[in-house]
């Protein structure tokens, strides 16, 4: 067992997953105050017939108003885009055993990267297509979803961990605990399974406290079997976590895969490797409930 992780990136990864966690609760539902930099949609939406073709966009979407679609750009510039029924919005990566599939408009989530052709007029722009990654819209649907999930126990401390925890946006990484897996297997081991219950009674004792749980895989195979293999341990670890080790179902981000992404050692090395096969379990307390505690000591 590894407690509080060593590795930059993976703290950064969590951190992020986190934050993107909280911030849906609301940013779903807010608009984003416009940026000074942002391309504005005006006027009348004229026939597609009279637009001329506009420049690619590429970066992550902001910020969702009716049938506009706000991308930042990896410069941090704004621009605002009209999403009509002609729209073409696909993904791509091989999800589900489908190479490419079309989507609905309800499925383009803050925090998606998107690759989008457009139309412009002098009102500004129109997408003609919008282009995706599966790997991104399963992690943007997952985190979603982790924030939105109603579970059928609906006691005193479920709402009263909702009030508290429905409107912080970061979190504080209290812990991380990692258990390892033989390659290509999703089976837990007898130290693994200690390991996990002694996590979650580490987590029991903090007030609030929430588990994110992120499955990895070492640079073997390829990258749909390692997505697969990664949520399937991930979804391991969660059960036993649950079922074995009493951690309560709404004190639980819903589980990440992230195949080989982000590896904590080095995949060229039969140790290195070992140590990517893992799932980490991250314990996480809000920021604001955090520093509260504290003063009221």
Not at 101 to 109: C, D, E, P, V, W
């Amino acid at each position: 067992m590894r407690v509080t992780s060593k590795n930059p990136r993976n703290v950064m990864l969590i951190a992020a997953l986190a934050g993107a966690a909280s911030v849906s609760l609301t940013a779903q539902a807010q608009d984003a105050p416009p940026a000074d930099d942002t391309v504005v949609v005006t006027g009348a939406l004229p026939p597609l017939s009279e637009m001329t073709k506009g420049p690619d966009v590429q970066g992550i979407i902001s910020a969702r108003k009716g049938d506009r679609v706000q991308v930042t750009t990896p410069d941090g510039s704004n621009t605002v885009l009209v999403v009509t029924e002609s729209t073409q919005i696909k993904s791509s990566g091989g999800f589900l055993g489908l190479n490419r599939n079309k989507l609905a408009s309800g499925q383009l989530l803050n925090g998606l990267p998107v690759t989008v052709k457009t139309l412009q007029w002098s009102g500004g722009l129109v997408a003609s297509q919008i282009n995706l990654q599966n790997k991104d819209l399963r992690t943007a649907s997952m985190i979603r979803n982790g924030t939105d999930q109603r579970f059928a126990e609906q006691t005193a401390a479920t709402e009263a961990l909702k009030s508290r925890v429905g409107d912080i946006d970061q979190y504080n990484v209290k812990g991380t605990t990692n258990v390892n897996f033989d390659t290509g297997k999703a089976v837990l081991s007898e130290q693994a399974k200690a390991d996990l219950c002694t996590a979650a009674t580490q987590a029991q004792g903090m007030d609030n406290a929430l588990l994110l749980v992120v499955g990895y895989t070492d640079s073997t195979g390829s990258q749909e079997l390692n997505q697969t293999l990664s949520e399937k341990r991930a979804s391991r670890v969660v059960n036993h976590l649950q079922q074995a080790c009493g951690w309560k179902p709404y004190r639980m981000l819903t589980p990440t895969g992230m195949a080989e992404a982000d590896p904590a050692a080095d995949n060229t090395t039969e140790e290195g490797k070992a140590q990517n096969r893992r799932v980490a379990v991250n314990i996480l307390v809000s920021k604001a409930v955090d520093g509260f505690e504290v003063a009221s000591r």
